[in-house]
């Protein structure tokens, strides 16, 4: 498979050099030439496979030409054998013709492990072959940076550093980071915010000299092996409830736009969708997009679903391409007047296409604990407060009833503690294997916020710098 950016300048690559370089070089996204195709028949004999199994039949085009496929089949039973429940991702009916698929049964509790824990498993399988190592340098709120160590631990050719805010990190979220020991997992506490650490990332990224010798890389949400491995559990939810012989209805908690992506993706590679429903919390761009036609930045605000706190979602831009016949030279076009005018300019013609497809609905803060108390009462479900926005967003803008509707359960409700007893006055405990996470022993150095006490830290530890 080769792949084209959507803004149509750099160079077409093949799944390696997609999967190394993440951001294509003319600022756009990497997508798939062409999707490959499943037909009814195709998508009849999947019925019964295991997780890892279906996933290794639906991703195997993607990455055909780069990985032999015996090579990529155990890359895949390997990244889905943590995985806490038997069924990997299993579903759980709502009321008569609802469903939820769980995918935080990975090791930190949150769907982003669905596509972590393979990508580290990639990463270290095609640098190994090239005979290359990566340093991994990312910024987490606290939320996501654990998925991406849980991904990095204990992998030949990558080093990892994260950094967090001291002391502004919720001490789960802490412990789930600074509880790996590994020795290529680096934590740092840095004295300062959120914003802080992003900039000593980009200023990392930023300086040339530093960022060759290092050979830095990032996980992040933009790179298309991420939503290659979301695409999976939507051909897997569809088939448990009747695809391909009834179209489905799909309703994702939404922030970057890559998982409901993915969904879209299935979709041109043949699974029959009715509709896909976006839920918002009150950062609500998508849904004012998909409800006025009006994409226009705000600023961020703290919501109680922090990883949809999000006001640009890259990810977009690869519908956008679709949306505009795949023309990169429109897509630059209307990504350049976004960011200099906050506004995207879309005829209406295109955006009555998108809505044919999407539609979005938001939830406030106080209509979310509303949400989490309602399902917790009719299903005895708790769930956490992602996972209630794309309930209630798919309940809500369903316009078939008889498609079947699958939300997507994105976090543990253990990972939201505080939301979940507020709301319904129980305090769902961490599953068992973390249940001792407050008796690990934790590894972590609090750094000074300046580049140089950071590149310090990564000169010391980083084992492709002592090579070089
Ligand atoms: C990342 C995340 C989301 C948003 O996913 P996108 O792919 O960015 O749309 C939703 N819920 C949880 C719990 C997440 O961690």
Redesign the pocket.
């Known amino acids: 498979m080769q792949y084209i950016s959507t803004r149509g300048q750099a160079p077409a690559l093949n799944f390696d050099e997609v999967l190394l370089s993440g951001l294509a070089r003319d600022g756009g996204l990497y997508v798939p030439e062409t999707w490959p195709q499943f037909t009814a028949d195709d998508i009849r004999e999947m019925r019964g496979l295991p997780y890892d199994e279906l996933a290794t039949k639906i991703m195997y085009p993607f990455v055909e030409g780069s990985i032999p496929k015996d090579d990529f089949a155990n890359l895949v039973a390997e990244a889905y054998a943590g995985f806490e429940h038997d069924a990997v991702l299993p579903m759980k009916q709502l009321d008569s013709n609802s469903w939820m698929m769980e995918l935080f049964h990975g090791p930190t509790l949150?769907?982003?492990d669905v596509a972590l824990q393979l990508l580290g498993r990639l990463f270290d399988y095609v640098l190994k072959k090239r005979n290359e190592r990566v340093l991994i340098v990312g910024a987490t709120s606290g939320?996501?940076g654990s998925a991406a160590i849980e991904a990095c631990r204990d992998r030949d050719c990558i080093d990892i550093f994260i950094l967090h805010p001291h002391e502004r990190t919720s001490d789960v979220q802490r412990r789930q980071m600074t509880t790996v020991l590994s020795s290529n997992v680096s934590n740092i506490a840095l004295r300062g915010s959120f914003d802080d650490c992003q900039d000593i990332v980009k200023a990392l990224f930023n300086d040339m000299n530093f960022r060759d010798q290092y050979n830095l890389s990032a996980v992040n949400?933009i790179n298309w092996a991420r939503i290659m491995a979301q695409i999976v559990y939507y051909f897997y939810a569809g088939i448990l409830v009747g695809a391909p012989d009834r179209a489905i209805t799909f309703s994702?908690?939404?922030?970057?736009?890559?998982?409901?992506f993915a969904a879209y993706a299935a979709h041109k590679m043949g699974l029959p969708v009715d509709q896909l429903i976006v839920g918002s919390n009150s950062n609500d761009i998508l849904t004012r997009f998909l409800q006025d036609n009006d994409m226009s930045m705000l600023e961020v605000e703290p919501s109680l679903?922090p990883?949809?706190d999000?006001q640009v979602?890259s990810?977009f831009e690869r519908l956008l391409f679709d949306l505009l016949d795949r023309d990169g030279e429109k897509v630059e076009e209307v990504m350049n007047t976004f960011r200099s005018t906050g506004k995207m300019p879309l005829d209406t013609s295109k955006w009555e296409l998108a809505t044919r497809l999407f539609t979005g609905h938001r939830l406030s803060d106080e209509e979310t604990l509303g949400a989490i108390g309602a399902i917790h009462q009719s299903t005895g479900e708790l769930v956490?407060p992602?996972t209630a926005v794309g309930i209630i967003a798919g309940w809500t803008q369903r316009l078939e009833p008889a498609s079947p509707l699958v939300c997507m359960a994105?976090?543990h409700p253990a990972?939201f503690p505080d939301a979940v007893e507020q709301a319904t006055n129980i305090r769902p405990p961490l599953p068992s294997r973390l249940a001792d996470l407050f008796e690990r022993e934790e590894k972590y150095i609090v750094l000074d916020n300046t580049v140089s006490a950071i590149q310090a830290e990564i000169k010391k530890h980083n084992r492709a710098g002592t090579q070089n």
């Open positions: 949150a769907f982003k939320d996501t949400s994702v908690p939404t922030g970057n736009f890559g998982n409901i679903s990883s949809m999000i979602s990810n956490d992602h994105t976090a990972k």
